[in-house]
Structures are given as structure tokens and as C-alpha cells.
């Protein structure tokens, strides 16, 4: 094909896009005609619905409208319900179903919180009137609640029921609790050996513990009501009038130092006796238990728990302490000692409960007043056990024991030392205190007294005008001495150097007692030079019949009045007193039966023998076995 075909056929092409892009511009135009036609009828169209949509709209939004009020009426009637039903049940009071009183309460609360969110309701500040109204009223009568169920169950603790929680051996063995203690030093001493450091007592429930979890939502009510400061005096008011009438059930009572001055001592130490068992179970069992319940019932409000705690038995500790406040405060003397070593054993027990118990800075008053009377007491048992020797040693009694036995001072301070000896450890916890060696000071001190003791005792056997007497005085007391030390624990610490020595000293003294007593008797039976038996009066013997008659007779004076002064005598110990009526025995009758063997003839040969020679070597020994009897 040439290129004017191609050219021609071009043309024809380009011609027919032509016409087909007229004929398109064409449609095009009509197109936009026809649909410039339709917006101008739409248009008019929405003008004409314009008004029917405003009111369509307006229908819907009353509508919702009008739901939203019903869903909002709706909500608002539950409320009231719900409020009517509650004011219902707090009407009836709690008695009858305190679970859903409580229930009540809450949901009034929930009311008042409702209401309170929503004030653009008309009326609305009435309604929130009467719900918290009504939530008063119902405080109220749950105030009363708590305060009768706490008064059912705040009974006292009958004293038995106490002493039933503490062991065997701490318990009071006779008599009322109140009457309880110690009569003599012997029954005190016993008491002490049965204690034990630590005395482990039985739980007891103050309120039965099914009731305190009761007590608790109550308070926990009061809390939020903001009646705390009601809690708080009907709780103490209740708790600590009950915690006083046990106290004074157990016999516990508020004593001075004047008061305990005044009393005679029998009756204070019986005080001091009851006041011990009393102390271990106030603060083991009443004080403990009393933390207990506290904790319990006002759990979650700590403030308010540990200054009610405070209060509810601050007057109760007081009156418990103020016994030992007045003994350690008064007058100082050797039989307090033992009471204030017990007073001491006591508080140091009981210092773990009473650190546990009073722990919060609300209690620390008492806390302290417990530690500082442990501390008095310590003190003042120090003093008064240093104070004992010097008493010892200037105790001025005149009364002398006539049979020459052991003194009664001797019997008293061994005695005291024994018991001393029973409170070992705690006297070496006391020294060790002080910042001695606690075993070492009991021995100097225990010594100091014995030798102090020893020598108040050589001025009281003095008083003697028989040498022969004060010699078995100081026998007798000497010997009771050592055979008292040798059976007690004070050995330990004395040593047997110290035993031995003293025995020694009593051996001296029964020496000293038969030279003085039985030395003219002897040497009326000596003759020195003296031949056979049988010489006559001119004999080498040396020695008339007159003069072994007169030696008879002074032998039978002599003898008669020893017999008669020593037989009123007093040689206690049954030991001691065979082993000195033995020892003259062995001296007097062998040189009796020698003089009569070698003189006995001479007057027997004569007139009257009887009236010289009148006792055989059997009837003296017998008349031996009737000494220091103590016959009048």
C-alpha cells in the first residue's frame, strides 16, 4: 500500500473519532441538562420535606427523652423502695435480727450517698433529711445495743475460776483467795521452793469469743457514724468497772505506806502472800485477756483501741502496784527481806506480759511504774540484806535462856540464812545487778552475818555467872550453827574449811565446859602419893580416914549440886548431848571407882559408911544420863 492510501485512510479514521467525540459531547450535554433538571427538583423536594423532618426529629427526642426520664423515675423509686424497707427494719431495732439491721444501716448509707449525688431532683434535700434521720435513730439504737450486749458479757471473774488456769502448785491450798498468804516464814519459804520462773497459765476468755466478732461490727458501725468518742466511754466505762471487781473479788485492794505501817505484821504478810497469787493471775490471765478482747473488738481503729486499753485499766494496775509501792517505801527491816525477794520473783515473771500487754505509747506509764517498783524492790531487799548483820551483830535483847540452849537469836538468823539460800538465784540476780559476782557477795554477806552472829553471842554469854554455863552456851549455839550450815546450801559457799573450823570451836568450848565444870569433883578424888589400898591412916599413903571422909563429903556436895544445877540444864541436840555426858563419864568414873577401890575400905571398915560412900560408880552414871535435860 502507498503512503497516500495510508494518508487516505487516516483521514477516514480520524473523521470517524471525530463525529463519535461530537455525537459523545453531544449526549454530554443533554446528560448535564437532564440532570441540572433533577437538583433543581430534588432541591425543591427538600425544601418541601423540611419541615416534616424537624417534626420527625422532635418525636424522637421526646421520645428518648421520656425514656431516659422513666429509666431515671425508675431508678430513683428503687432508691425509695429500698430506703422504706430499710427505714422498716432499723424501726424494729436490732433485737429481733441484728444482721439486718446492720444490712439497714448500710444501705441507708448507700441512700444518703444516692441522694446526696443527685440534687437536681425536686425534693431531693427532704428525702436526704429523713434517710439521715432515720440513720441516727438507727445509730443510736445501735449504740444501745453494743453497750447491753457488752454489759451481758463483762461479768467478774470469780477467783476460783482464776485459780483453776494457774498449776497445782501456785494455787492457794485453804481458805478464800482474799484471805490467802503466808502465816509463818517456814510456809513462806515452802511456797517459794514450789514457784517456778515461768508459770505457764491456762487461756481465759474474758467474753466468750463468739460474741466478739459481733462486738466488733457494731464498733465498726459506731466508727463510721463518727461516734468514736461514744464507743470509746461506753467500752471503758463497762470494761474497767468489771476489771476492778475481779481485782477486788481476788482481795486486791489500794494500800499506803501509811496502811501498811499500821499493820501488824502477821496481817501484812498474809496481804503480801494473796498479793503475789493475785499478781500472777491479774496480769496472765484479767490483764492479758482483757488485751485480748480489746484488740478484737476494736481492731482497725488503733488510736482509739490503745488509749481505750490505757484507760480501761489504768486504775486497776495502779491499785495492784500500790501494795508493792508501799512496802518498798517503808520502813526497812530483816523480816521484810523475804517478802521483797517474793514482791521481786513476782513482777520479774510477769515483765514479758506486762512489756507485751502495755507495748503501745499509750501504756507506757504503766509500763514504767511495773519496771521502777521491780527496781524499788531490789533495791530496798539489798539495803535490808546488807542492813541484817549490822542488826545481828547489835541486837541488844536482854532475855537470857537459863538452861544455857540455843538462843533464840542463833535459831532466827540461821534460820534467815537458810531462806536466804532458797533465794539463791534471785539474790545473785539481784547483786549481779549491782554489778557484782552474785555467789561470791552471798558468801561474804553470809559469812559477815554468821561471824557478826558469833559475836553477839559471846557478849550475851556473859551474862552467865556459871563459867560451866556460858561455856555449853556458846556449845549449844556454835553447834547449831555449824550442823545448820552443813544441811543447807550455805555449805557450798562457806566451804568445808569453814565447817571444820567451827567444829573445832565447838569441841573447845565442851573442853572449856568440863575443866571449869568438873575440875574441883576430880581433885576431890586425886591423891597424889597415895600407897595401896588397905595402908592405914599411918601409912605411906599419906592420908587419914578423916581425910577421905571429908573428901566423900565434898565429892557428894559437889556432885549433888552439879547434878542438880546442870540437870536443869539444856543440851538440845540428842548427838551432842550424849557425846559430853559421855566424855565426863569417861573422866569422872574411872577416877571414882579408883578412889573408892583404893579408899573405899577405910570407911567402910568404920562407922556409917553409908552416910560417905553414897553412891556407887552405877548410880552416878545413871545420874550422869539426867544431865542438861532441862528438868525443873
Same mark, same amino acid.
Given at each position: 500500500?502507498?503512503?497516500?492510501?495510508?494518508?487516505?485512510?487516516?483521514?477516514?479514521?480520524?473523521?470517524?473519532?471525530?463525529?463519535?467525540?461530537?455525537?459523545?459531547?453531544?449526549?454530554?450535554?443533554?446528560?448535564? !441538562?437532564?440532570?441540572?433538571?433533577?437538583?433543581?427538583?430534588?432541591?425543591?423536594?427538600?425544601?418541601?420535606?423540611?419541615?416534616?423532618?424537624?417534626?420527625?426529629?422532635?418525636?424522637?427526642?421526646?421520645?428518648?427523652?421520656?425514656?431516659?426520664?422513666?429509666?431515671?423515675?425508675?431508678?430513683?423509686?428503687?432508691?425509695? $423502695?429500698?430506703?422504706?424497707?430499710?427505714?422498716?427494719?432499723?424501726?424494729?431495732?436490732?433485737?429481733?435480727?441484728?444482721?439486718?439491721?446492720?444490712?439497714?444501716?448500710?444501705?441507708?448509707?448507700?441512700?444518703?450517698?444516692?441522694?446526696?449525688?443527685?440534687?437536681?431532683?425536686?425534693?431531693?434535700?427532704?428525702?436526704?433529711?429523713?434517710?439521715?434521720?432515720?440513720?441516727?435513730?438507727?445509730?443510736?439504737? &445501735?449504740?444501745?445495743?453494743?453497750?447491753?450486749?457488752?454489759?451481758?458479757?463483762?461479768?467478774?471473774?470469780?477467783?476460783?475460776?482464776?485459780?483453776?488456769?494457774?498449776?497445782?502448785?501456785?494455787?492457794?491450798?485453804?481458805?478464800?483467795?482474799?484471805?490467802?498468804?503466808?502465816?509463818?516464814?517456814?510456809?513462806?519459804?515452802?511456797?517459794?521452793?514450789?514457784?517456778?520462773?515461768?508459770?505457764?497459765?491456762?487461756?481465759?476468755?474474758?467474753?466468750?469469743?463468739?460474741?466478739?466478732?459481733?462486738?466488733?461490727?457494731?464498733?465498726?458501725?459506731?466508727?463510721? !457514724?463518727?461516734?468514736?468518742?461514744?464507743?470509746?466511754?461506753?467500752?471503758?466505762?463497762?470494761?474497767?468497772?468489771?476489771?476492778?471487781?475481779?481485782?477486788?473479788?481476788?482481795?486486791?485492794?489500794?494500800?499506803?505506806?501509811?496502811?501498811?505501817?499500821?499493820?501488824?505484821?502477821?496481817?501484812?504478810?498474809?496481804?503480801?502472800?494473796?498479793?503475789?497469787?493475785?499478781?500472777?493471775?491479774?496480769?496472765?490471765?484479767?490483764?492479758?485477756?482483757?488485751?485480748?478482747?480489746?484488740?478484737?473488738?476494736?481492731?482497725?481503729?488503733?488510736?482509739?483501741?490503745?488509749?481505750?486499753?490505757?484507760?480501761?485499766?489504768?486504775?486497776?494496775?495502779?491499785?495492784?502496784?500500790?501494795?508493792?509501792?508501799?512496802?518498798?517505801?517503808?520502813?526497812?527491816?530483816?523480816?521484810?527481806?523475804?517478802?521483797?525477794?517474793?514482791?521481786?520473783?513476782?513482777?520479774?515473771?510477769?515483765?514479758?506480759?506486762?512489756?507485751?500487754?502495755?507495748?503501745?505509747?499509750?501504756?507506757?506509764?504503766?509500763?514504767?511504774?511495773?519496771?521502777?517498783?521491780?527496781?524499788?524492790?531490789?533495791?530496798?531487799?539489798?539495803?535490808?540484806?546488807?542492813?541484817?548483820?549490822?542488826?545481828?551483830?547489835?541486837?541488844?535483847?536482854?532475855?537470857?535462856?537459863?538452861?544455857?540452849?540455843?538462843?533464840?537469836?542463833?535459831?532466827?538468823?540461821?534460820?534467815?540464812?537458810?531462806?536466804?539460800? $532458797?533465794?539463791?538465784?534471785?539474790?545473785?540476780?539481784?547483786?549481779?545487778?549491782?554489778?557484782? $559476782?552474785?555467789?561470791?557477795?552471798?558468801?561474804?554477806?553470809?559469812?559477815?552475818?554468821?561471824?557478826?552472829?558469833?559475836?553477839? &553471842?559471846?557478849?550475851?554469854?556473859?551474862?552467865?555467872?556459871?563459867?560451866?554455863?556460858?561455856?555449853?552456851?556458846?556449845?549449844?549455839?556454835?553447834?547449831?550453827?555449824?550442823?545448820?550450815?552443813?544441811?543447807?546450801?550455805?555449805?557450798? &559457799?562457806?566451804? $568445808?574449811?569453814?565447817?571444820?573450823?567451827?567444829?573445832?570451836?565447838?569441841?573447845?568450848?565442851?573442853?572449856?565446859?568440863?575443866?571449869?565444870?568438873?575440875?574441883?569433883?576430880?581433885?576431890?578424888?586425886?591423891?597424889?602419893?597415895?600407897?595401896?589400898?588397905?595402908?592405914?591412916?599411918?601409912?605411906?599413903?599419906?592420908?587419914?580416914?578423916?581425910?577421905?571422909?571429908?573428901?566423900?563429903?565434898?565429892?557428894?556436895?559437889?556432885?549433888?549440886?552439879?547434878?542438880?544445877?546442870?540437870?536443869?540444864?539444856?543440851?538440845?541436840?540428842?548427838?551432842?548431848?550424849?557425846?559430853?555426858?559421855?566424855?565426863?563419864?569417861?573422866?569422872?568414873?574411872?577416877?571414882?571407882?579408883?578412889?573408892?577401890?583404893?579408899?573405899?575400905?577405910?570407911?567402910?571398915?568404920?562407922?556409917?559408911?553409908?552416910?560417905?560412900?553414897?553412891?556407887?560408880?552405877?548410880?552416878?552414871?545413871?545420874?550422869?544420863?539426867?544431865?542438861?535435860?532441862?528438868?525443873?
Amino acid at each position: 500500500m502507498g503512503l497516500p492510501q495510508a494518508m487516505e485512510l487516516l483521514r477516514g479514521r480520524a473523521a470517524l473519532v471525530r463525529d463519535s467525540l461530537q455525537k459523545s459531547q453531544s449526549i454530554t450535554e443533554s446528560m448535564v !441538562a437532564i440532570l441540572g433538571s433533577f437538583d433543581h427538583r430534588l432541591s425543591a423536594l427538600e425544601t418541601a420535606m423540611r419541615p416534616t423532618q424537624i417534626r420527625t426529629h422532635s418525636i424522637r427526642k421526646a421520645h428518648e427523652n421520656i425514656d431516659k426520664t422513666l429509666k431515671a423515675a425508675e431508678v430513683i423509686l428503687a432508691e425509695f $423502695d429500698l430506703a422504706r424497707k430499710a427505714e422498716a427494719k432499723i424501726l424494729r431495732g436490732p433485737h429481733e435480727d441484728l444482721e439486718s439491721f446492720l444490712e439497714a444501716i448500710d444501705q441507708l448509707r448507700s441512700n444518703a450517698k444516692f441522694f446526696s449525688s443527685n440534687k437536681n431532683f425536686k425534693s431531693v434535700d427532704g428525702v436526704l433529711n429523713h434517710v439521715n434521720n432515720v440513720l441516727s435513730k438507727a445509730i443510736l439504737k &445501735l449504740e444501745e445495743e453494743f453497750k447491753q450486749i457488752l454489759i451481758n458479757y463483762s461479768k467478774p471473774v470469780e477467783p476460783d475460776c482464776l485459780f483453776d488456769c494457774v498449776p497445782n502448785s501456785q494455787r492457794p491450798s485453804v481458805g478464800s483467795p482474799g484471805q490467802q498468804g503466808d502465816a509463818n516464814s517456814k510456809s513462806r519459804s515452802d511456797n517459794h521452793k514450789n514457784s517456778s520462773e515461768n508459770v505457764v497459765c491456762t487461756t481465759l476468755d474474758l467474753i466468750p469469743p463468739r460474741v466478739l466478732p459481733l462486738l466488733h461490727n457494731l464498733a465498726q458501725q459506731m466508727v463510721q !457514724a463518727g461516734h468514736q468518742q461514744q464507743l470509746f466511754r461506753i467500752y471503758r466505762d463497762t470494761r474497767a468497772s468489771v476489771l476492778e471487781q475481779s481485782l477486788r473479788k481476788l482481795g486486791v485492794e489500794r494500800l499506803s505506806k501509811d496502811d501498811v505501817q499500821k499493820m501488824q505484821w502477821e496481817v501484812l504478810e498474809a496481804k503480801i502472800g494473796n498479793w503475789i497469787l493475785c499478781m500472777r493471775v491479774a496480769v496472765k490471765l484479767l490483764l492479758t485477756g482483757e488485751k485480748k478482747i480489746c484488740d478484737k473488738v476494736l481492731a482497725g481503729v488503733e488510736s482509739l483501741r490503745d488509749q481505750c486499753f490505757a484507760e480501761v485499766t489504768a486504775n486497776s494496775v495502779a491499785t495492784l502496784l500500790s501494795l508493792g509501792d508501799a512496802i518498798a517505801k517503808s520502813k526497812r527491816s530483816p523480816e521484810k527481806l523475804f517478802v521483797l525477794l517474793d514482791m521481786y520473783e513476782i513482777l520479774r515473771e510477769v515483765q514479758p506480759e506486762i512489756e507485751s500487754v502495755f507495748e503501745s505509747k499509750a501504756c507506757l506509764e504503766m509500763k514504767e511504774s511495773a519496771l521502777s517498783l521491780t527496781k524499788r524492790l531490789s533495791q530496798t531487799a539489798i539495803e535490808t540484806f546488807v542492813d541484817f548483820e549490822e542488826a545481828v551483830e547489835k541486837d541488844a535483847t536482854r532475855t537470857a535462856v537459863l538452861d544455857g540452849t540455843v538462843h533464840p537469836l542463833t535459831s532466827y538468823v540461821i534460820n534467815y540464812v537458810k531462806f536466804l539460800f $532458797d533465794y539463791r538465784s534471785t539474790l545473785k540476780q539481784l547483786f549481779q545487778e549491782e554489778g557484782v $559476782d552474785g555467789d561470791a557477795q552471798l558468801a561474804t554477806i553470809t559469812t559477815r552475818i554468821v561471824q557478826a552472829l558469833q559475836t553477839n &553471842l559471846d557478849g550475851k554469854s556473859k551474862q552467865y555467872k556459871d563459867p560451866a554455863l556460858t561455856q555449853l552456851f556458846l556449845m549449844n549455839n556454835v553447834h547449831y550453827i555449824v550442823r545448820s550450815v552443813r544441811r543447807s546450801e550455805a555449805k557450798d &559457799l562457806l566451804g $568445808d574449811d569453814w565447817v571444820q573450823i567451827h567444829r573445832r570451836i565447838v569441841q573447845q568450848h565442851a573442853n572449856q565446859y568440863k575443866r571449869v565444870s568438873w575440875a574441883k569433883i576430880l581433885q576431890c578424888l586425886t591423891v597424889q602419893g597415895a600407897g595401896p589400898p588397905g595402908s592405914g591412916p599411918d601409912s605411906s599413903s599419906g592420908i587419914s580416914r578423916a581425910n577421905v571422909k571429908e573428901r566423900y563429903k565434898t565429892f557428894n556436895a559437889l556432885f549433888e549440886e552439879v547434878h542438880q544445877r546442870q540437870s536443869q540444864w539444856t543440851v538440845p541436840d540428842s548427838e551432842l548431848r550424849e557425846s559430853l555426858r559421855l566424855a565426863v563419864a569417861e573422866v569422872l568414873l574411872p577416877a571414882y571407882r579408883s578412889f573408892i577401890r583404893r579408899f573405899g575400905p577405910m570407911i567402910e571398915n568404920g562407922k556409917n559408911p553409908h552416910k560417905y560412900i553414897k553412891y556407887t560408880p552405877e548410880d552416878l552414871d545413871r545420874m550422869l544420863n539426867e544431865f542438861f535435860e532441862g528438868k525443873t
